[in-house]
């Protein structure tokens, strides 16, 4: 567009011509249309608009919103359910010690599970690729574990 075409445009046409380049500075759109970035800006300030993140809004109102944040807008709710449903798994995936309430401490002295024959393999090799002991790395695991969860 030129400067006459741009100069023949309604002031509403003008801003919105300006504000559809809302990434570009002033001077730039200034030398597409052909006239200096202080004219154009004049012009526009002098009808009562202002530059807010880019686009011109008329004094006294908001700057139109990025087409990212309107798109998030249309998907707010299910964005919401994500949040919410990855909420209430971190919830979930805290330790629950009831069982322990029920323990009757009267017959026994300690409390012992039969761990998957799978993992004690694997605790084995890795004790002996690295030589630390069993209860180093047990004591370590509870310890990070109880960390997390505390």
Same mark, same amino acid.
């Given at each position: 567009?030129?400067?006459?075409? %741009?100069?023949?445009?309604?002031?509403?046409e003008? +801003?919105?011509? +300006?504000?559809?380049?809302?990434?570009?500075?002033?001077?730039?759109?200034a030398e597409?249309?052909?006239?200096?970035?202080s004219?154009?800006?004049?012009?526009?300030?002098?009808?009562?608009?202002?530059?807010? $993140?880019? %686009?011109?809004?008329? /004094?006294?109102?908001?700057?139109?919103?990025? $087409?990212?944040?309107q798109?998030?807008?249309?998907?707010?709710e299910?964005?919401?359910?994500?949040? !919410?449903?990855?909420q209430?798994?971190?919830?979930?995936?805290?330790?629950? @010690?009831?069982?322990? $309430? $029920?323990?009757?401490?009267?017959?026994?002295?300690?409390?012992? @599970?039969? !761990?998957?024959? /799978? @993992?004690?393999n694997?605790?084995?090799? %890795?004790?002996k690729?690295?030589?630390?002991?069993?209860?180093?790395?047990y /004591?370590?695991?509870?310890?990070?574990?109880?960390?997390?969860?505390?």
């Open positions: 567009m030129d400067r006459q075409e %741009f100069k023949s445009l309604r002031l509403e003008q +801003v919105a011509y +300006v504000n559809k380049r809302s990434q570009m500075t002033m001077g730039q759109i597409e249309i052909g006239i200096p970035a004219s154009l800006s004049q012009l526009l300030t002098r009808e009562g608009h202002r530059r807010v $993140n880019g %686009f011109y809004v008329k /004094a006294g109102t908001e700057a139109p919103q990025t $087409n990212d944040l798109e998030l807008l249309q998907y707010k299910q964005i919401l359910a994500m949040v !919410l449903k990855e209430q798994e971190q919830t979930s995936k805290k330790l629950d @010690f009831s069982f322990l $309430n $029920n323990y009757n401490q009267k017959h026994k002295k300690t409390i012992s @599970f039969d !761990l998957p024959e /799978a @993992f004690v694997e605790i084995d090799m %890795f004790v690729a690295t030589g630390y002991k069993k209860q180093a790395i /004591a370590l695991a509870i310890y990070q574990l109880m960390q997390k969860h505390g």
